[in-house]
């Protein structure tokens, strides 16, 4: 109940955003009418047709996202005719006229004819305004349609958009409430009716213009900066509170994510697999982790559910639940070009040869962000590269995903050896508190003198521990999915190669192309050699996810950092003069610096066409 009440108050706070601003004026044109010929039915078209294109958005893929291009033309050539007829009466009688007609060839009396017209006029406005405000996205709309788009269609996501649409139609009707009160206040004591329907008609139109020139969403623009954000962080963080260190989260309802995906939102910790055994079992559990001087007690939060869903296993043939009974088993979520899981992975591996001969099993359960990271070669390159030596479960369908009910990049679940989920933590962090975890299931199984001491971080390169402090910068994507501050000039062009200019100077954590490329749905592609790539950050260290071009040729790059080479700050993939070469679809680190940490202009400029870009991350 609780995520829907977050959806509805999220899209509450739509009426206060900006790109909702030019919808406005549609909206306040139908006021002094009456509720059930006007406002009810432009309403509830809004919230039907927002809900419809959320839903094919998040499950339809680029051509839904294309198809809502077209479908805001159409709505904008709808709302700007009905701009013009409020601005000419003698237009709107020639254009209402047949609508009336046909009602009254339907309807026993003209009045009817009227009424009905007038009904589906403000239904149409409705469709309009829907199709027009679908992209008004802050983080919880955008949690939601990503979550949906990882985990596929469902009822849950579409009560989820239709509470989200429910919300902004709540609070647009509180707006036509009391507009229509201000309307019909000013109609008596001015007497200039017509005036204000010509006022309103401007609007309007200037509500297309600003819509046509993209002034509505400032479309990779600054979009994770601008409207209701920090009100929908707060609603998050008031309802999911969370403690975690950065994360990189993706689910359907909420996330915290020092990498940002999925917008920036924080989220419920609360997504294990529970089921019906916190019952005798559980307490049980708890009273034998209850002696004098031991531990805490660890709730029962679920069972370890199926391993089933994994296409294929690395490092060991498939295990099963019931082979795992008798072992403590620590269960991690991870991905191979996810920054958070790489800083992670060095305690896990340690954990795994530590605790090994102890009866401890390390489970890495392997499901991908992005298309790349589905290639079971890609995997196992990976695997090898990392030195990952426990076994690990290609969940390229999301199956296991879904069958824990995660909803984090890294997220650890420890069991117990009953096959109880004993448990969990997201992100990165706390590692200490994980080893003890550790440590107690296992003296609980009986195991006898432990390896002593805890486990240090060993990490380099991306493994390495992050300088959290410094990180000013956030996850930023470079697909147009999800991508925010694209700060090119001129308009970005859509699945097409286009000239692209870094243009005079960038704000901290904007971004710009130079050169020929194509701006895609998860990554963009240099079309020719000697395109660029800029990012003012401010943060330690700077990590690329890069892959080479499509027929596998490897792609030459430079890095500079405000102009000058890296020297002693260069990352782990490049040399003192920023040279490096993108050879596979992983994550680079191109910049890890040294000394006080303060903003920067990064460059990295490409040599040979065809590179994939796909994210920045940064620690």
Known sequence: MIQFLIAWLGGVLTI???????????????????????????????????????????????????ANQYGRIIALIVMAAFGLTLLLPKLSDAMTRPLVALGARLSESAQGAERGSAVWASLLLGVATGLLWAPCAGPILGLILTGAA????????????????????????????????????????????????????????????????????????????????????????????????????????????????????????????????????GTQAMAQAAQPGSPAPL?????????????????????????????????????????????????????????????????????????????????????????????????????IWRAFNNQYWPADYFVDAQGRIRAHHFGEGDYAGSEQTIRQLLTEAGAHNLPGGLVKDDGTGAEAAPEMADVQSPETYVGYDRATNFASPGEPVLDKPHRYTLGNGLGLNDWALDGTWTLGAEHTDLDQPGGAIAFRFHARDLHLVLGPSANGQPVRFQVMIDGKPPGANHGSDTDANGNGTVTNQRLYQLIRQSGTITDHTFEIRFLDPGVRAYAFTFG
């Open 16 to 66: 206060v955003s900006p790109c909702i601003l030019p919808v406005l004026p549609f909206v306040f044109a139908r006021t002094g009418k009456p509720f059930l010929q006007s406002s009810l039915p432009l309403l509830v078209g809004m919230a039907a047709t927002f809900s419809a294109v959320g839903a094919l958005a998040a499950v339809g893929g680029g051509w839904a996202v294309a």
């Open 299 to 399: 709730p029962v939060e679920g069972t370890l559910p199926s391993l089933d869903g994994a296409v294929q296993w690395l490092n060991s043939p498939p295990l099963t639940a019931a082979q795992l009974r008798g072992k403590v088993v620590l269960v991690d979520f991870w991905t191979y070009s996810c920054i958070n899981c790489l800083r992670t992975l060095p305690y896990v591996k340690a954990w795994a040869a530590k605790y090994k001969d102890a009866g401890l099993v390390v489970i890495g359960v392997h499901t991908p962000e992005f298309a790349f990271e589905k290639d079971v070669g890609n995997v196992s390159r990976a695997v090898k590269d990392l030195k990952v030596d426990f076994p690990v479960a290609i969940d390229d369908n999301y199956k």
């Open 150 to 281: 990882l985990q596929g269609a469902s009822v849950h996501t579409s009560l989820l958009l239709l509470s989200y649409a429910a919300g902004a139609a709540t609070s647009l009707a509180l707006a036509l409430a009391i507009g229509g009160k201000v309307f019909t206040a000013m109609k008596k004591s001015l007497h200039v009716s017509e005036w204000l329907k010509r006022g309103l008609g401007v609007a309007v139109l200037v509500g297309v213009a600003a819509i046509a020139a993209h002034a509505d969403t400032g479309f990779l623009t600054h979009l994770s900066l601008a409207g209701t954000n920090s009100l929908e962080q707060s609603v998050l963080d008031r309802f999911h509170p969370t403690k975690n260190g950065p994360q990189d989260a993706l689910m359907s309802t909420a996330a915290q994510s020092g990498d940002a995906a999925a917008g920036n939102a924080a989220a419920s910790a609360t997504s294990v697999a529970t089921s019906a055994t916190t019952n005798a079992g």
